[in-house]
T-cell receptor, first 114, second 112 residues
């Protein structure tokens, strides 16, 4: 157990639907990062939050959004889902942004869009 | 972002040492070299990182070339549990907003 908790572990939904993925960071970590891993794209950085505020954006689609709450957990919202959004979504956390010792990843949420 | 080049795949026999190479010829003076690995069906996990000197921890050793243009991750005795994708990543520690950029990595197979 890495200390980063992601729920749900698996999610199957239909095209056009909206889902919310949840991440609880490791205790004491202030930064949360979201990554998407699909078969043909590898691990792609989506977005980072630090202590409730957005700090960096990567290849995140406009249909996707995220937020970090006062208790530091984070949610990734995916809407108007397409077949191509099927992927593993990982959350990672670190003590602060730029933490030299890097990230601790959760075990991911596998999203299947049918 | 400074780029890294790794072999797509490597094979090793169980209980033998494994040397995973990484080339980073455009590395800058403030780039740290990080290694992560991703076991099947899991998220990436931190392995080791370093700047200029060789580094050892309980998981592995990191050997950094004197000119820093390449590095090698060394697993001293491979086990079946070491079969994973290994990522070599550079990150500029003076740019605190920079996030880890994962390449395709090296897929390590360990043969019993």
């Amino acid at each position: 157990d890495s200390g980063v908790t992601q729920t749900p572990k698996h999610l199957i939904t239909a095209t056009g639907q909206r889902v919310t993925l949840r991440c609880s960071p490791r205790s004491g970590d202030l930064s949360v990062y979201w990554y998407q891993q699909s078969l043909d794209q590898g691990l792609q950085f989506l977005i980072q939050y630090y202590n409730g505020e957005e700090r960096a954006k990567g290849n995140i689609l406009e249909r996707f959004s995220a937020q970090q709450f006062p208790d530091l957990h984070s949610e990734l919202n995916l809407s108007s889902l397409e077949l191509g959004d099927s992927a593993l979504y990982f959350c990672a956390s670190s003590l602060w942004t730029g933490d030299q010792y890097g990230y601790t990843f959760g075990s991911g949420t596998r999203l299947t869009v049918v | 972002d400074a780029k890294t080049t790794q072999p797509n795949s490597m094979e090793s026999n169980e209980e033998e040492p494994v040397h995973l190479p990484c080339n980073h010829s455009t590395i800058s003076g403030t780039d740290y070299i990080h290694w992560y690995r991703q076991l099947p069906s899991q998220g990436p996990e931190y392995v080791i990182h370093g700047l200029t000197s060789n580094v050892n921890n309980r998981m592995a050793s990191l050997a950094i070339a004197e000119d820093r243009k390449s590095s090698t991750l060394i697993l001293h005795r491979a086990t079946l549990r070491d079969a994973a994708v290994y990522y070599c990543i550079l990150r500029d520690e003076e740019n605190y907003g920079q996030n880890f950029v994962f390449g395709p990595g090296t897929r390590l197979s360990v043969l019993p």
